[in-house]
Every structure is written in C-alpha cells, then in structure tokens.
C-alpha cells in the first residue's frame, strides 16, 4: 500500500532553518510528481512547492521562494524541503502527496518557527 510519512519537523527560531523529508513506499516514485503542502492553524491547506519525476521541474508558492528548496533522491525513495531563512508564518503542520489515480497525504510534521 501507498505511505508516505514525513519526519524533521520541530521548533526553530525566526531565521532558523530545518529541513523535512518524506519517505515514499508502495509505488514507483521515480515515476511521480511529489508535492509538499503546509496548513496553518485556522487556515486552508495551501500547496507550498512540487517537483517533477527527474526533478527537472520545481515550482514554489510565491510566499517561500527563494527560501525554500524542494529535492528529491530516487534512489532513497525520498523527497526533501529545506527550508531557510524560517519566519513564525511559516508555522504549519507540513505535508507531502502523491497523485496516483487518487491523492495519497503523509501524516503531516509540525514546524513552528518562535523565539
């Protein structure tokens, strides 16, 4: 079956920076776009940043570009989101996805960015 489960969420400062992961299993990853999404508390879950199968395609959110790098490694079956220069709206729970006929979400890590 289909997982996907995030992890290297925590607490950082503003200005900090941390870096996320998303383990994928139960398909062919190297075949599929993966997404990364992040939902704020009292808000709607927004798309933060994807990349294409062989990582020749990113797109951001206009609201992280330039801090934020999405990567993924084939090999490991795993998609990154570094993420920098961290500001307390970035606070989240962080999700990745995967479309395969259906959406299929990853349990979610929580950032939050404080001092």
């Known amino acids: 079956q289909v997982q996907l489960v995030e992890s290297g969420g925590g607490l950082v400062q503003p200005g900090g920076s941390l870096r996320l992961s998303c383990a994928a299993s139960?398909?062919?990853?190297?075949?599929?776009?993966m997404l990364w999404y992040r939902q704020a508390p009292g808000k709607e879950r927004e798309l933060v940043a994807f990349?294409?199968?062989?990582?020749?395609?990113?797109n951001y959110a206009d609201s992280v570009k330039g801090r934020f790098t999405i990567s993924r490694d084939n090999a490991k079956n795993t998609v990154y989101l570094q993420m920098d220069s961290l500001k307390p709206e970035d606070t989240g729970v962080y999700y990745c996805?995967?479309?395969?006929?259906?959406?299929?979400w990853g349990q979610g890590t929580q950032v939050t960015v404080s001092s």
């Open positions: 139960g398909f062919t990853f190297s075949s599929y776009r």
């Open positions: 990349i294409t199968n062989n990582s020749e395609g990113v």
């Open positions: 996805k995967v479309v395969l006929g259906r959406e299929y």
